[in-house]
């Protein structure tokens, strides 16, 4: 149980494009999904709180016009990395908290995000 | 503020013989603890976690950690490694609004 999918799991952008990133939690209801950002031998960055039918709160630094989050449902949020640029290529990964809390994230399987 | 430090980056054991990564917290309130292994190109599997009672919690794929408030500490074991634990750790302290702070990663080496 707790499986969490991020589709798609590779994307290759050109610049000044967008992209759009999803993330299922497949077996279980999550009112909280997290969106984490993770460059190259390091660790996880978090890049906001995602709850279901409510704004996404963002970690400082992190631009919320550039990377827009909704969580429609209790199932799927999506990232969407608008007007992208080589900077922004990195690997994206979303976690699931089962609803009725508990620190307990289920991870997605990542994002690479490539942006030409 | 709270933090997690992980002193070891990269750490190389003989396949068959016993690991200790190593796992330092700082956080005011009671930490709820955790480790996450990560595959290259995956997601983050969850090991183990302790939120409170015994001190020495039990995981999967043979894993185990203690917490130590002591020391600020949360080790991680297992008595002998295989080499499909090849792969990067991840220790974890959940603080304010059920957010996880994750330490630097210590990547794990197995040699035959």
């Known amino acids: 149980g707790a499986v969490v999918s991020q589709h798609p799991s590779r994307v290759i952008c050109k610049s000044g494009t967008s992209v759009k990133i999803e993330c299922r939690s497949l077996?279980?209801?999550?009112?909280?999904m997290f969106w984490y950002r993770q460059f190259p031998k390091q660790s996880l960055m978090l890049m906001a709180t995602?709850?279901?039918?409510?704004?996404?709160?963002?970690e400082q630094g992190v631009e919320k016009d550039k990377f827009l989050i909704n969580h429609a449902s209790l199932t799927l949020s999506t990232l969407t990395v608008t007007s992208a640029h080589p900077e922004d290529s990195s690997f994206y990964i979303c976690?699931?908290?089962?609803?009725?809390?508990?620190?307990?994230?289920?991870f997605g399987p990542g994002t690479r995000l490539t942006v030409t | 503020a709270q933090s997690v430090t992980q002193p070891d980056i990269h750490i190389t054991v003989s396949e068959g013989a016993s690991l200790e990564l190593r796992c330092n917290y700082s956080?005011?309130?009671?930490?709820?603890l955790f480790w996450y292994v990560q595959s290259p190109g995956q997601g983050l599997q969850l090991l183990l976690k302790y939120f409170s009672g015994d001190t020495l919690v039990q995981g999967i794929k043979g894993f185990e950690a203690e917490f130590k408030r002591s020391q600020s500490s949360f080790n991680l074991r297992k008595p002998s490694v295989h080499w499909s634990d090849a792969a990067e750790y991840f220790c974890a302290v959940g603080v304010y609004g059920n957010k996880l702070v994750f330490g630097a990663g210590t990547i794990l080496r197995v040699k035959s």
């Open positions: 995602s709850n279901e039918g409510s704004k996404a709160t963002y």
């Open positions: 956080y005011g309130a009671t930490p709820y």
């Open positions: 976690s699931a908290q089962l609803a009725g809390g508990s620190y307990e994230q289920y």
């Open positions: 077996d279980f209801q999550a009112t909280t």
